[in-house]
């Protein structure tokens, strides 16, 4: 990415940031964001990723509160940067012999400086996107054995709206020859969109009862925004408390998504304020998917059963 390219990404990054904040702002001057009314969970279990801070954090209170037995990765220690860590947690929580009914891939950096994972790659990549897609691919076996028809096991990735302005460079997903850190943010949400479709589209074509699905939380006041421009932060700071959602707000697509019975067998869905919503037109490339896909599993060191499955 050239030095232009990489401004045009930051003011693309920050105009989709501005476009939500005053969607957001105009809702809450018409009644702002109301809490989805749920059934209780009782006997169901979920993995919240970055679920010790601002919308992993509320995920997991609001999922413990419908009854759920949460197990959030931090607590169980898990560092999403390194692949040997993602496969140590997995062991850790096959031996505790219980089901796995919702895993939720929230934890994620924004806009860091350049700098790697532990197996090398950029850390966008790697910790937001290609983490997850190990652990979710680690822990699918359980969670098939845990859904059954008319109660899917699910699995919710996180994404933002960033991923509208995201591009996808297959000969340089590490961004090595020009790093943007605003590109690579966009990337990495809209890498975990791609993977979702193609992981529903796999779960599908093998009968699985479990689902996959994207949400999209906002804009939301967190702990996220250390290395955003400064003016942002200076708003962030004035005026977050109105413009942006509270950790709560952001968190109820999530928790909707993670157990309505509205979603009961469907999968594939992006989901905005608890409704369906179109993402990136790319998004639905099914070769674009299976390309990514095909990567992502030669640098984790997994076998790719795309061929397998749609060829049976």
Not at 16 to 35: I, N, P, T, W
Not at 72 to 89: T, W
Not at 198 to 216: I, M, Y
Request: hydrophobic residues 40%.
């Amino acid at each position: 990415m050239s030095p232009l390219s990489a401004a045009r990404a930051a003011l693309r990054v920050y105009a989709a940031g501005a476009a939500v904040v005053l969607a957001q702002l105009l809702r809450r001057c018409c009644g702002g964001f109301a809490e989805p009314v749920l059934a209780p969970q009782p006997d169901r279990v979920a993995i919240v990723t970055g679920g010790t801070d601002g919308i992993g954090y509320s995920t997991a209170k609001h999922l413990a509160r419908l009854g759920m037995h949460v197990i959030i990765v931090e607590f169980l220690y898990c560092d999403l940067a390194s692949l040997q860590s993602i496969r140590q947690f997995v062991q850790k929580f096959k031996k505790k012999k219980i089901p796995l009914h919702v895993l939720v891939n929230n934890a994620g950096v924004m806009m860091v400086p350049q700098r790697k994972t532990r197996d090398g790659f950029e850390e966008h990549f790697g910790l937001n996107y290609l983490g997850h897609f190990l652990l979710t691919n680690l822990l699918l076996d359980t969670m098939k054995e845990s859904g059954s028809p008319g109660c899917s096991a699910r699995v919710l990735a996180v994404s933002s709206a960033t991923h509208y302005i995201g591009e996808l460079n297959m000969d340089d997903l590490q961004g090595s020859r020009c790093y943007s850190p605003h590109g690579a943010y966009a990337q990495s949400k809209l890498a975990l969109v791609l993977f979702t479709y193609h992981l529903q589209r796999l779960l599908a074509a093998q009968g699985s009862p479990v689902t996959a699905n994207v949400v999209d939380p906002g804009v939301v006041n967190t702990d996220l925004y250390k290395h955003v421009f400064w003016g942002t932060r200076l708003i962030k700071k004035l005026f977050g408390w109105w413009f942006f959602k509270t950790p709560d707000e952001g968190a109820w697509t999530s928790v909707y998504a993670a157990v309505t019975p509205d979603l009961e067998g469907i999968g594939g869905r992006y989901l905005y304020n608890e409704k369906e919503t179109k993402s990136l037109t790319i998004t639905y490339d099914l070769d674009l998917q299976r390309e990514l896909w095909a990567r992502s599993c030669q640098m984790t060191g997994i076998t790719d059963m795309t061929q397998d499955t749609f060829s049976g």
